[in-house]
Structures are given as C-alpha cells and as structure tokens.
C-alpha cells in the first residue's frame, strides 16, 4: 500500500510527481476550500459576521442545507477527533497573544517551518516510531508541496482535493476561521511577528492526519453521507420564515399609518450610532424634552486608526470593510506636563500588574503568593462577589491616585483641511443633516463597560471595529466646529449658525450613562450643557427601567440607573446586557417616520433624506456599507440561536479562554466563533432572540433604488438570494413595496395574509 511505503521509505518522496502544473492546481484548490470559511476577530476586536458567509452566493435555503453538511455534524470520525486534538494544541501554541508562559520557539518563521521543527518531538504524532519523526524531517519546506505529498500519501484523487481540504477546514471551523482572519482581514500579515498563510494552515492539518489516521481518505465517504442527511433533515427556514411574519406585519403596517411632522427649534441634536440599543435611548429622551435625535454610522464617516500616546494602544476605529486613513492621536492633559504625568502613573499601573501575572504564572512564586496574599486575596474576592459596587469604587479610586485622570485632546495633524472638508461635508449629507441646525449638536458614540466578560468587544461599537465610538465623535466635532471647514461647507450650500456647537459624547450601553467630553467647548454652552445633562440622565432612568423589565428584572424606576451600573461591574453576571439581541430591521429615513413609534430596540435606524440624494450616492453607501454590516450583525445572531454549539460560542459558564484570542469549551475544543448562549437564550430552554433575516426599509423611491441595486453586486447577492428582505416607502406615491428576489416590485397590503407575506421572502 502506498501509504506504508511512504512511511518506510525515505527516498520515495523525492520521487513523487510534484511538479509546477500539479502545485498550480493544488494552489487553486487550496484557495477554493477557503471560500466556505468565514473569518473570525480575536477577542480584543470582535466583529459579527455570518457564519455561513462563504455561502451567500446561493440561495439561503440551499445555503442552509450546505451548511449543515459542513458544520453541524454532531460527531466526526473518531480518527478525525484524534486529528483535531492534536491539531489545536498546536494551534494553541502558535496562535497564543500573550497568555502561555512558556512561548512556541520559531514562530517568527511561520507556522508550518515552526510546526516542521518541533512535530519530530511529539510523542503523540510520533510515539516511539522514528519511521513517523524521519517522515516528518523528509516533508519539504514550503506547505503546497507538503500538501501535495499528504494527498500522494492518503491517496486523494485530483477531483476530490478541494472536497477533502475543504472537510479539513470544516471540521475544526473556529481555527480556520481566525486563520482566515488573519490572512485576509487583518491588514495583511507582512508586518505581523507570526505570520501564517492558508496553504500552511492545511500543511499542518494534513500532515497530522498522515499520521494518525493513514486512512483519512474515508472522510470524504463520511462526508457524502453527511450531504445525504443534511438533504433529509427539515431546514429552519420554516421557523425563521415564521419569526419573521410575526415582526414584519406589524411593522410595516404600523409604518404606513405615520404621518410624519418635523421637529421645528430643537433644544439640541443628538446623533447617535444606527445600534438598535440607541433607539430605546433616543426615545427616552425626546420623551424628556425638545431633542431631535439621529442616527449614522458609529466611526462618523472617518476612517482612523487612534493612538493612544499614554498606553501606546493603537487600533483601527472604523468598519472592516474600511482601510484607516489617517492617524489621530489622543494625549491626556492639555499640556505636556499633564501628558508626561499620566504617562508616569499609566507605566506604575502596568508595572504592578506585570509584576502581579509574574508572580502568578511562574512555576516557583504561586505557592509563596498564596501564603502571602490569600487571606487579602479572599477578603477582596468576597467584596467583588457580594458589593461589586462598592469594589468597582475602591478600584477606581485607587486607579485615579496612580493615575490622575486627565482630559483626552485628539491630534488632527494626520487630517489635512481638504480631507476635514469633504468628512464634514460628508457626514452632514449622509444623516440629512444640512439646516435647521440646534445650538448643540451632540455626536454621541457608544461603547459597554463590564467586568470578567471575555466577550466584551462584541458589545462594543461594530462600526469602529469593536471599540468604544467616543474617539471618532472627538474627532468630527473637532472638524465641524473648525471655522475653516465652516467656511467651506459655505460654498457647498451648509450654513452652520456660529452659536452652534458639536460636542462628542459616548453612550455607554450597559449602564445608559452618556458622557460629555465638553473641555474647550465656548463658555456660552455652559447654561445648555447643563440642562442637557440633567435630561440625559432622566432618559437613563426610563432606559434603564425598560432594560431591567427585558433581562427578567421587576424595579422601581428610581432604582435602575444604579441596578444597571451595578449589573455591569458585577464579575460573575453573565448577562450585562443583551446587546443586539432582538434585532430585526435596518429602517432608513427621516426620524419624522418613526418617532412615535416604539420599536423596542428592534430596529437600526439610519437618518437619510432622499429629497437631497436625487442622484442616491448617499443611499448607496448606506445600503453598501452599513447595512451590510447589520447583515452580519443579524446573522450572528439569528445563527447563534439556532445553533449555539456550532454557530456560537456555547456557555459562558463552561468557557476558557485560550491564547487571548478566543474561547474554548473545556480545554481543547475549537474555537468558539460566535455569541454565548446567555447573548441569545434567556433560559436553556428559552430563546430570546427571533431568529429572523434582516429586513431593510427604505423611505426614498424606488426610481432611487433600482439603479443601485442594478449597480451594486452586493445587493443582489444578499437581496436575490433571500439573505436580506427590501421593502420600500415611496414617498411618490405614499405606498409600500417589497422586493422579490426577482428584483421585481410588490405592493404590500397591510390586510394581506402572512402566506403572501411568506412567499415573498422565499
């Protein structure tokens, strides 16, 4: 057999027919076992994506079907688990950010040359058999040819390559996920200090296989049976189809019976991110006052990457789809005095804390810290267990004597005028904001605060990569209040009253606090900040109670302001918050459609005005950027409902973390690359997010519409293939219309049954 002449001869390999036309087709089907693979973001930047994103080019329903065959199989060949075992300790090892205390030598290298150095001391690959370890010193040095020799060696014919590489992405899907991460969206990984390629990934699953299943070839027989059940197991569309009829209906006819008024001489402007967690918010707080409210894009259409020249964190704050463009700096401290000095107290905290972990992990010093510091250690984990509070108030009392707190300025030297000018410019156009403008204008950002939550960043800001929005808000209130961006905007028909002033803010979203930054704002402000202040918190207050009546919590109003911020800082609460959980629509248009209706944080809400788009180049950036991100964002959720174990991440309770870089599910699962159980279950037997597709409402024409759909490869993916549903209100005519997936359009009927209602969507 092939395959133990391969092992016990050593010349035999040099023999194999590994030549430049067999490497050319090995590399195209090394790229096409890729596209099924969605990527997945490291804990520090979690993004929402679908997880069936490799798939969106088909129907949905045919999607689901593929999907199933390829990633929910509830058990896998026991070789193959044997394969995957060994494969993530590996991947463990390479991929770790920080948290091993004992690093993988060679990882400068590569992966595969790292892999290829060490594999030969591996008792589990090679057990006391030198024929295995003199297999792996013959394998050649660069991947594609060791893949081809893995397929010489477990005979895989021509035609089922891509197949069988594919099932070696598949059945450990979280690896291969953050490798497709890496590879793709990361920036590259030229600059990067371990740098992987895709072809490597697969060199080392394959040469793993090779040695401890030499019959992996009956994978692929496993696999066609996995098709065939897939093909006869009922698909949830039926149960998402259903979702969605009990949402759609009575949104659409709720939005048809709007009579939209302006708000005329606001007191102030609040723009908030399109987040559905903003649309409680934002009307909480026009129910306190005279606000008109907003929505646009978190990151607020600059594309950044901020650099913190205190901690020396640098990261980029705008959407994935998106490439930084300009570097801003943030100092703490109006003066290079105050800079120096809150850098001073930074570097004392992150030296204690260094000094804290060494003690920790080293293999000699945990036994002295225990009988040093555990009684301490104990009291200390009782007050954080039973008065969170009162331990979120020492800790940051004692954080503020290290390190005094100090107002944040943003440097715009990397952000010519030019560049101002068309942000501005652009930004103001997008949310239809061009007159009318309040004395205040608040930008306001948003981000979370909790504690012991691995998952953190995923209820951070989507738009600016899983970070907190309050830099990029400084950052276009620092443009729209230039005088010489003002005068522009003169010249393009924009006049800004000189008594109007934009303020950054950010929403914190776990506790509903909003937070000012006011520092060099006109002391004429002073009366109006004031004011606003005190109306923000009283929409904290309604926000709250309301967010405390969704996480099961029966509270006195006056109490849940402090409920939430307890709630946040609690490090055994599992369920901070619920995020996006719930949503449904992405609604585009004026807020005149939907102030007075309650959407329950259902909806993303996008401002827009289709009567200064004639040409729909604001319309289509809309539709082409945000919200395809709040695609991604629905379909996490809806498939993490679904299917927690293989499209989410399992729960919270039983996690670890691995390598700061994602979760496992005990201590050598794969990595989970989706929502916990407790983002999307309220119970383990209750759901509490609809699992529905995203439907997006437009108020514009559809003379507006067509053309871009027409012009736009995205859209017709995600709208002819059942991925997102499109309705529109024609202002023209005053009517409803849904799309088909042949483009075509319907008149929607707010008396017509469900079943038409359905039909549409398939």
Not at 154 to 183: C, N, S
Not at 241 to 257: D, G, I, N, V
Not at 436 to 441: R, S, T
């Amino acid at each position: 057999m092939i395959i133990r002449a391969i092992i016990t001869n050593d010349n035999l390999s040099k023999l194999l027919p590994i030549n430049r036309p067999f490497i050319m087709q090995l590399k195209e089907a090394i790229n096409e076992s890729w596209k099924n693979i969605a990527p997945f973001w490291p804990l520090k930047n979690l993004i929402a994506v679908n997880p069936l994103q490799g798939l969106e080019d088909m129907a949905i329903e045919d999607a689901l079907i593929q999907g199933a065959a390829l990633f929910q199989q509830e058990s896998l060949p026991q070789p193959m688990e044997s394969v995957n075992r060994e494969s993530i300790k590996w991947f463990q090892a390479f991929f770790d950010d920080g948290q091993a205390t004992i690093r993988m030598p060679g990882r400068d290298r590569g992966l595969y040359a790292a892999w290829l150095n060490l594999a030969r001391f591996d008792d589990r690959l090679c057990g006391d058999d030198e024929k295995k370890a003199r297999w792996i010193t013959s394998l050649p040095d660069t991947p594609e040819k060791a893949i081809g020799e893995c397929f010489l060696f477990l005979g895989i014919p021509a035609d089922e390559q891509t197949t069988f590489l594919t099932l070696m992405l598949t059945t450990l899907p979280g690896w291969a996920a953050h490798v497709k991460y890496r590879t793709e969206w990361s920036g590259g990984e030229s600059g990067h200090a371990y740098p992987v390629t895709q072809a490597e990934y697969l060199a080392v699953r394959l040469a793993i296989t090779c040695l401890l299943w030499p019959e992996a070839r009956d994978l692929l027989s496993w696999h066609h049976k996995a098709v065939e059940q897939a093909d006869r197991t009922a698909s949830p569309i039926n149960t998402i189809t259903r979702a969605e009829e009990e949402f759609r209906l009575p949104l659409l006819h709720e939005l048809e019976k709007q009579k939209p008024e302006p708000l005329e001489n606001a007191d102030a402007q609040m723009v908030f991110c399109i987040d559905v967690r903003s649309e409680p918010f934002r009307r909480a707080l026009e129910s306190v006052g005279n606000y008109d409210t907003l929505g646009f894009a978190g990151f607020f259409g600059v594309p950044t990457r901020i650099e913190d020249e205190v901690t020396g964190e640098s990261y980029a704050s705008c959407p994935v789809l998106l490439e930084p463009k300009h570097t801003v700096r943030q100092k703490h401290g109006c003066t290079e005095s105050a800079c120096s000095h809150s850098r001073a107290g930074h570097e004392r905290l992150t030296s204690f804390k260094r000094f804290y972990q060494s003690l920790k992990y080293t293999f000699s010093t945990p036994f002295a810290l225990v009988e040093t510091m555990g009684i301490a250690n104990g009291v200390w984990m009782g007050i954080r267990s039973f008065t969170p509070a009162l331990a979120e108030k020492i800790t940051q009392s004692v954080r503020n004597a290290i390190r005094r707190p100090e107002p944040v300025v943003s440097s715009m030297e990397d952000i010519s005028l030019e560049d101002q000018c068309v942000y501005g410019e652009g930004a103001l156009r997008l949310m239809g904001l061009t007159s009318n403008f309040a004395p205040l204008v608040v930008l306001c950002g948003h981000g979370s605060v909790t504690r012991n939550n691995a998952y953190a960043s995923a209820l951070d800001c989507g738009a600016c990569g899983g970070r907190h929005g309050g830099a990029n808000a400084r950052v276009l209130a620092s443009i729209l209040n230039n005088p010489a961006v003002r005068t522009y905007l003169e010249t393009r028909d924009i006049s800004i009253p000189e008594k109007t002033v934009f303020v950054p803010a950010e929403h914190n979203t776990t506790t509903d606090a909003v937070e000012l930054f006011t520092e060099g704002l006109p002391g004429f402000t002073a009366s109006a900040v004031a004011d606003l202040r005190k109306d923000l918190e009283k929409a904290r207050s309604i926000n709250s109670h309301w967010r405390a009546g969704q996480l099961g919590e029966s509270l006195q109003p006056d109490n849940s302001a402090a409920h939430t911020a307890t709630r946040s800082v609690d490090w055994a609460q599992v369920r901070p918050e619920w995020g996006l959980a719930r949503n449904g629509a992405f609604i585009i248009g004026k807020r005149d459609l939907t102030r007075k209706m309650k959407l329950d944080g259902r909806c993303f809400l996008h401002s827009y005005d289709w009567s200064q788009d004639s040409e729909g180049k604001a319309l289509t950036t809309i539709l082409t950027a945000p919200m395809v991100v709040a695609q991604w964002i629905n379909s996490q959720y809806l498939f993490s409902t679904l299917d927690n174990v293989a499209f989410g991440g399992g729960s919270k309770i039983t996690k670890n973390i691995t390598g700061k870089l994602g979760i496992m599910q005990g201590n050598a699962s794969d990595l989970m690359h989706g929502l916990p159980l407790q983002s999307v279950w309220s119970s383990d037997q209750q759901p509490y997010h609809e699992p529905l597709r995203l439907m997006t409402v437009v108020h514009a024409p559809r003379s507006i519409i067509d053309p871009i759909i027409r012009s736009q490869q995205v859209l017709q993916k995600l709208f002819g293939n059942g991925w997102v549903t499109l309705a529109c209100i024609d202002p023209t005519d005053q009517n409803t219309y849904l799309l088909n997936r042949d483009f075509q359009w319907d008149r929607f009927h707010s008396t017509e049954d469900k079943d038409n209602m359905v039909a549409r969507s398939v």
